[in-house]
């Protein structure tokens, strides 16, 4: 597995084992509809939460969360739209971003709740 890939798994470890601390139920990690992968479905309390999961070793090209673009940000919402859809969900939906630098083993994890609305890209 290339180095890059490594780095995101272990993100998404890092980001499920924050996300189940706060006392989020986890429903499912990599969901794919076509091409769109989510990396992690979850509740927080009465919310459906869409969760999208940026590693990074450095910032030295910015933040992660700042990888999450327009195009991105309209694919995770048709992505949470067809989850919806598929297993009957009736629940207020929340899309969240965890940005992490790991860097030496060490991590530095920045949660962002609400980091966008569907409405803003409808």
Sequence with gaps: MARHNELGKEGERRAL?????????????????????????????????????????????????????????????????????LNNVDMDVRFDIVSIILKNGKANINHIIDAFYAADFQ
């Design 17 to 85: 084992q924050m996300l189940k601390a706060k006392g989020y139920t986890i429903l499912g990690t990599n969901w794919r509809n076509y091409k769109v992968e989510v990396d992690i479905i979850a509740t927080d309390k009465d919310e459906l939460v869409i969760v999208e999961v940026k590693t990074r070793s450095t910032d030295y090209f910015g933040d992660p969360e700042e990888a999450v673009g327009p195009a991105k940000a309209r694919n995770l919402i048709r992505a949470a739209e067809a989850y919806i859809e």
